[in-house]
């Protein structure tokens, strides 16, 4: 079976900053696949990036990126120039053996 | 329309009722899954469909009922609920299912809030 942790409850960033949020997986399958999704107040999970078990190079999607430290067993998601809009529930997700597990998500509140 | 749609964006029921909760996508996809989020827990995966037939079935009680008539809707009938069901439920989709398929990410409606009084 597949873990997925997210250990930050909730996190503060200050308009425009970067901010980390932290994500550890543990599975035995060598392909997985690693998500992350925000979901704001109206409750839409939305996909922001993701990065595959044999990717070579640290996913990138617009203000997204994604530290992926294998040996750590680690996923991290960096916002770089955080928006007001960003303000929202981030959760990490993971692909293993064909199930997609969650974590328990992390409420990032950016402010002004 | 496009994405993922579902209806109604909030219930409340008694524990006597039947209702249920639909799910449309406009994708094309040919998976379909239920997943239930509860406060201060992860998203449990309750049910998926792949190709309208159903290929995962996590424990779930019986009084929560899938229902896929074809690739493009899915129903979650409800009847004699706990109000510890009160949560929000939310469908997804995906192009595919199954093992190695582990790049496959889902599109999620914005989900059904439900009270159980």
């Known amino acids: 079976a597949q873990k997925i942790t997210q250990t930050q409850p909730g996190m503060f960033v200050q308009e425009k900053e970067a901010v980390t949020l932290d994500c550890t997986y543990d599975t035995s399958d060598p392909s997985y696949g690693l998500f992350w999704y925000k979901q704001p107040s109206s409750g839409e999970m939305i996909f922001l990036i993701y990065?595959?078990?044999?990717?070579?190079q640290n996913a990138t999607e617009g203000r997204y990126s994604l530290n992926f430290q294998k040996a750590r067993k680690s996923a991290n998601l960096v916002i770089s120039a955080s928006q007001l809009g960003d303000s929202a529930m981030y959760f990490c997700?993971?692909?293993?053996?064909?199930?997609?597990?969650f974590g328990q998500g992390t409420i990032l509140t950016v402010h002004p | 329309e496009t994405g993922v749609t579902q209806t109604p964006r909030h219930l409340v029921m008694g524990m006597t009722n039947k209702k249920s909760l639909k799910c449309e996508q406009h994708l094309g996809h040919n998976a379909m899954y239920w997943y239930k989020q509860s406060a201060k827990k992860p998203l449990e995966l309750m049910f998926v469909?792949?190709?309208?037939?159903?290929?995962e079935n996590n424990s779930v009680p019986s009084r929560f009922s899938p229902e896929c008539p074809n690739s493009s809707h899915l129903f979650l009938h409800l009847h004699t609920l706990q109000p510890e069901d009160s949560a929000l439920y939310l469908c997804?989709?995906?192009?595919?299912f199954g093992p190695g398929k582990s790049n496959e990410k889902l599109f999620f409606g914005s989900g059904t809030q439900l009270s159980v009084l």
């Open positions: 997804a989709s995906s192009q595919s």
């Open positions: 469909y792949s190709l309208e037939e159903r290929v």
């Open positions: 997700a993971g692909t293993s053996y064909g199930k997609l597990t």
């Open positions: 990065q595959g078990s044999y990717d070579q």
